[in-house]
Structure formats: structure tokens, C-alpha cells
């Protein structure tokens, strides 16, 4: 992805931010983001892992069943590959700590995959049909690209063809076992363990070797914040909308095969949003409003988000089914709009007001 | 008493000279910065021009010998160009033009003959994946028919380069001529880079077919890289519309374009999609030079210029040195603390790079170290990625020492005109 400049214009707005802030609140302290980060791990984080945990073990016993009946996409099976897609979609933006270790996050979802190469490894591994190569230990030190969910979807909705559907069920048994593994050991390091990363966050205010300060951690969230979107309108939208109705490629979107691109959006955006408002004890929402000129740009995003989410909820699951929509391109290219307009909230008034300068993130690079 | 009182009246009285001090310093490393691009792109110039040469003496006479020193020559180009491409990401105007110099990766079954086993055979993304034009007198392109008969510069940039909105239709510059030396690396993770034999150029005694069309090519994609290049050195001399937007613009813009260069190279495009991405794969054509093998040694030069342009120093090709006021003193300025630990993690990163490109020379290729079950490999890749992840926080520490707030966002309409939404 291009990056282009982004000419500073903090200089202006910092110094107009402190006028401000003689007279009224002031900006947010260390203690505000160590609050924030406590309430994110426990309100927000650890339920949608736990959620992700529980999927993968559903999975994990759906395919055992029916692939030991001899039947590989049964309806138990793909629900319950549905019921993973949107437990994943809902922690998706989350690439750090556990979600970085050992690559979990690509393992469970490789993609974007601009060559092709899961239809590529996959049609191989199943070409080979080498039982060896299912050893849960050598399948979940492989190619990242037939171990996830990806690879699952294909064996599910487009089977490589010619495939022994005897071996397709192993594989899609070794991919079950696989994700239940991977998504109880993410939800295992945050919980447990000699350095459990909800401790971690929770001694950022201390200081470690992660973070120098709370803030620094609230940052790591609000980046993950702004990722969900940047994820969204730039690789889920962009990608397969192109410049005009004519230039789609409704093959670039995300989980095309099964259906369900913009179930993934809608997923990703409400998900973004709980981040924002925080569920319990108050997110980035009531940090901003408690700072001075905070209740305006807290309005404003929250407007937008309620835009985006009426314009989701009135689309099918499928973007190619929104595409045969008359006028399908246009509602899209009018989501993306709104998408764009929440982003430039965040990275602009939403960063300078809570002086959160949100870097560098994961989906950089081209 | 006395004393202190009399420093902070002076210390009021000066403030505006400090500020505009602290502006011209601001402006002395941007000076620095734009001449270390300078010279970098005229050291790319410099070598790519004696690969010209190369490829000339090549395509004049294909023999092993002819293939051999053309196949140095890319090398040795290589090394000033990865240096350069720290400018790339902040610097909208290279950015704009890298993708005709560097794209990757490709899909070279557009450009020549490849194995289907290995290559695949079709594409959900890309419709010309096998076009092959070096075979195929005419194409059909964006769904209209373009004759190919000579193989010209404009085919290759304007008709064939990204076609179909594909970016992986790469038909210019470094790794298309790469693919023309060496062609695809069949060996697997095994040893053993692309082995393209010289008489796929010759019209004597041609091998693969139409010796000519690939060596008319060949010549042609080298010429443009000439011309790209070129251009790229006028835009950074003295009036140069590159230097003159970072020297007549807001300071605190340029720097934060130099750490912009530093911490995206670092981050989303080596440690993510360079390097990252071909060790999760265990894929062998998921590396940077994949024809050629020269992967690690391109890697380390992105690493250097990463280094080049915090210390403001680069050590030109011919031994001499462009230096001057730094990065790194103004950070040190600020907090000496943060200096010293962006050092650090900068010499780590070279570190890390350094032990990949030992093994690469001693013990096996890059593509080897990322393959499927080789734990001693994959840990020293896995090493480099983790030194770029941590100093990509260094940099962004750095940005916030500097107290530069916003930086840094890859493409979306909103945000590259971050100033309508401010306004």
C-alpha cells in the first residue's frame, strides 16, 4: 500500500488545544489510560477471545463429527465455520501480544492473498496426499496458507478439483484441530501463564519491557482501533469496488467463496465501535468527552459510525449479492465514503485531542 | 539568586532566536537528507548505466561469460538503489515513481516462458498471468488487442506495466531485468539461484525461442531503468522539485517525512510484506530477489539507508561521504535518551541483517533459510523481523521525542489531503 505524506499540522492544533485547556479540563493523564487499558482488557478483550476459544473447539468437534460420518461440508460444519469467521472478524484488528506470537493472526487468516498462493499450497498439499504432512506439530509449522480459515472456505465452497474427498475431510480435520489450538493458546496467554499479557498491559503504567508507560499501551489500542478500519476501507472495500462500477473484481473480497464479505464488515465495524465506546466501564468515548473540545469530535465519530452501521444493515451478507444490487456499487462506494470520513476523525481530531499519534501500523507496506 | 533570574530573563528574551534556531537546524538535516537522496540515485544511476554497458556486451555476444558479468553488474546495482529506498515512502514524488523502477513481486509469466508446474497455471487476480509476451507478437491487454511486434518502451511501460489494474504485472525495472538474467529459480528450497542459459539471447543458437524479442527486451527494460533513474537524479540536484518541496516547505513536514521513510521501509514493507510474509509461507518465491538469490544483500542495503538517514551520512560508491547534520542530533537535542536507544536498535537491526547475510555466503540461500522445516534458518529470519519490529517503535518514540504528532498513513482519499479535513 502507498503511503503517502502526512505533513504535520499538530504544530496549529496543539497549540490551540492548550488555549482551550487553561479553561477548561485537564488532558488526559496517565491514570485516564490506565483505567482505559484496564477496562479494555476486561470488557472488551477477553470476552471476544474467550468467544474465539469457544469457537474453535465447536469447530474443531463439528468436523470431527462429520468427517468421521464420511462428509465433509455438512451444515453443522459450516455453521460452524460461520460461527469462527465471526468470532475471528471480531478480534481481527487486534495484532498484537498474543495475536502476534508464533503468527496466529496469518495462521488463522492468510489473507489478503494477491497470488493466489493458498489455492496454489493447498491444491498441492492435496495433490500429495501425504498423510505425514497432517501431523498436527509439521501442519502447524507449515505454510500459513492452508492452515486457517481461508483453506477451510476453499475445502468447504470450492474443493481443489479432483480431490480424494477422504483426505480433503483429514485436511479440513487437521485445519479444525489447528484453529482450536491457536485460539485456546491466544486466550491462554492472555489469562494465564508466568507473563500473561493482560498483566503485561495492566503493568504498562509501571513501566516494561512493552510498554513504557500506560499510555503507550492505550495507544497500542487505539491504533488497533483506527487498523479495523484502515483493514476495512483500503483491502475489504477498495480492493474489489476499484475506481467505477466497470473495474470491479468481486474476487478480491474477503471470504468471497462463502459468502459473507460484508457480514465480515458489519462484524469488523461493530466491533471497532465497541472499542471506541467502551462496554462497561467507558472506552475512548468517555476519555475524549472529558477533554477539552472532546464532546464535538466525540459527536462527530459517533454520528459516522451510526452512518456506516445504517448503511451496512441495509446490505446482504454477500457483496457480490450487493453488487446485483441497481444501484450496489454506488451504496457501497457511499460506505467506503463513510468509512473514509471516520478515519480521518480518528487520525486527526480524535489523535490530537487525547495527543495519541497513531504511527505505524501492521497493513503498512505495498 | 541573582543568577538564575538573570538566566531566565535571557532565557524569555531568546526565545524567538531560539525557535528559529531550532528551525534552522531543522532545515540543516533536511539539507543533509535531500543530498545523501542526491547521491544515492546518482549512485544507482552510475551502476545501472555500467549494467547498460553489461547487458550490451550481452546481447552483442550472449556467452556464459557475457551472462556472468551482466548478472555482477545487476548486483552491484543493487546495492546504492536499496539504499535509496528510504526516500520512497513519505516522499510522494518517489513514491509515485518506484513502481515502474522496483515493483515485486511479479508475475513473470507476462514477460517470458515459465514453468506451469511451479508457476501455476492460472490467476484468480491477474487475466494476462501467462501472456508471455516475448512469444506472443500480439496480446489482448484490458480487454483490447495490442500488437506486440516490437518490443518498445511504451509497450512495456504504457501497454503492459500494472495492465489490467494488476500490480503484480510488473514489466520495467530492476526485477523484470532480473528475471531476463537469471529466469525462475527452479530448485525449490533447495540450492541454487534461476540458471537462464546464455543462448536464450543468442540468434545463432537460441534457446527457448525467440532469442531475439528476449534480448530486445532485455535492452529495452534496461534502457528505461536509465531513463527512470534519471529522472529521479534531476529531481533531487540543486533545483530539483524534490529537494525544493523539503527545503521551501514547513520544517517539521520534512522530518517527519525522513522518519515517515524510516519507520514504514522498517515495518510494513521489509519486516511485513518482504519478509514476514515468505517465512509464514515457507515459499521460496516469496523472496525479494527471487530469480537471482540476492535477496539478503537486499534486505541489508534497505537496512543501511534506514541507518543513512538517521546518522545523515552515506558512504558513496566510489568510498567518498555525504554527511552533515543529522536526525540524530536533533533527537539527541530533545532527549539523548531516545537517541541513544534508536542507535541501538538500529545497530541491532544491522546486527540481525549481518548474521542473515553470513549464512547466505556460507551456509545457504535466503529461500533456504525460510523453508519449511529448517528451525536454524527460519529463527535467523525470524531475528531480523523482530529487530525491525523493535526499532520501528524506537523511530516512532523518536517522532514522539520530536513532538511530531501525526505520521505516517498509507493511502486512502481522506488522508492524502489531510489538510481539507482539518480545515
Known sequence: ?366 | MRLSGTLAAAGLALMPAVALADGHGKMAVLETYADIAHAGYEDSLITARALQQAVDALVADPTEASLAAARESWIAARVPYQQTEVFRFGNAVVDDWEGKVNAWPLDEGLIDYVDGGLYGAESDENPIFTANVIANKSLKVNGEAVDASVITKTLIADVLHEAEEVEANVATGYHAIEFLLWGQDLNGSGPGAGNRPASDFSTADCTNGNCDRRAAYLKVATDLLIDDLEEMVALWDQNGPARKGLLTGNPEAGITTMLTGMGSLSYGELAGERIKLGLMLHDPEEEHDCFSDNTHYSHFYNQVGITNVYLGTYKRIDGSVVSGPSLSDLVAGKDSAVDTEMKEKLGAARTAMQAMVDRAKTVEAYDQMIGEGNAEGNAVIETVVQSLTTQTRSIERAVAALGLGQIAFEGSDSLDNPQAVFQ
Open chain 1, 1 to 366: 500500500m502507498n503511503l503517502p505524506m502526512m505533513p504535520s499540522v499538530r504544530g496549529l492544533s496543539a497549540v490551540a488545544t492548550m488555549g482551550l485547556a487553561v479553561l477548561s479540563a485537564a488532558p488526559a493523564a496517565a491514570d485516564d489510560f490506565a483505567v482505559l487499558n484496564g477496562a479494555i482488557v476486561e470488557d472488551y478483550l477477553l470476552p471476544r477471545y474467550e468467544t474465539l476459544a469457544d469457537a474453535g473447539s465447536a469447530l474443531d468437534a463439528a468436523l470431527r463429527q462429520d468427517c468421521g460420518a464420511g462428509t465433509l461440508a455438512t451444515d453443522p460444519s459450516i455453521a460452524a465455520y460461520h460461527r469462527m469467521a465471526d468470532a475471528w472478524m471480531a478480534v481481527q484488528h487486534l495484532r498484537f501480544g498474543p495475536s502476534e506470537l508464533f503468527l496466529r493472526a496469518d495462521r488463522i487468516q492468510f489473507w489478503p492473498d494477491k497470488r493466489g498462493i493458498t489455492g496454489r499450497h493447498l491444491g498441492r498439499l492435496i495433490a500429495e496426499a501425504d498423510p505425514a504432512a497432517l501431523e498436527p506439530q509439521r501442519f502447524a509449522q507449515g505454510s500459513v496458507a492452508v492452515q486457517g480459515l481461508p483453506a477451510l472456505e476453499r475445502l468447504f465452497f470450492a474443493p481443489p478439483e479432483g480431490a480424494d474427498p477422504a483426505f480433503a475431510c483429514d485436511v479440513a480435520v487437521a485445519i479444525g484441530a489447528n484453529l482450536k489450538s491457536i485460539a485456546g493458546g491466544m486466550l491462554a496467554d492472555w489469562r494465564e501463564g508466568p507473563a500473561p499479557y493482560a498483566a503485561v498491559i495492566r503493568s504498562a503504567a509501571e513501566g516494561n519491557a512493552s510498554y513504557m508507560d500506560a499510555k503507550e499501551a492505550s495507544l497500542q489500542f487505539a491504533k488497533a482501533l483506527r487498523a479495523a478500519l484502515v483493514a476495512t476501507t483500503d483491502l475489504k472495500l477498495d480492493r474489489p469496488l476499484g475506481t467505477s462500477a466497470e473495474a470491479v473484481k468481486p474476487r478480491r473480497a474477503e471470504s468471497w467463496r462463502s459468502a459473507r464479505s460484508l457480514r465480515n464488515i458489519r462484524i469488523n465495524i461493530e466491533t471497532a465501535e465497541a472499542l471506541y465506546e467502551g462496554e462497561g466501564r467507558g472506552g475512548f468515548a468517555a476519555l475524549l468527552r472529558r477533554q477539552a473540545a472532546g464532546e464535538t469530535v466525540d459527536q462527530d465519530i459517533r454520528a459516522a459510525f451510526a452512518q456506516a452501521r445504517s448503511r451496512l444493515d441495509a446490505l446482504p451478507d454477500s457483496l457480490q449479492a450487493a453488487l446485483d444490487q441497481p444501484d450496489g456499487w454506488q451504496r457501497l462506494d457511499d460506505l467506503r465514503g463513510d468509512l473514509r470520513g471516520l478515519l480521518a476523525l480518528l487520525s486527526g481530531p480524535f489523535s490530537q485531542t487525547l495527543d495519541l499519534p497513531l504511527g505505524f501500523n501492521s497493513f503498512d507496506g505495498d
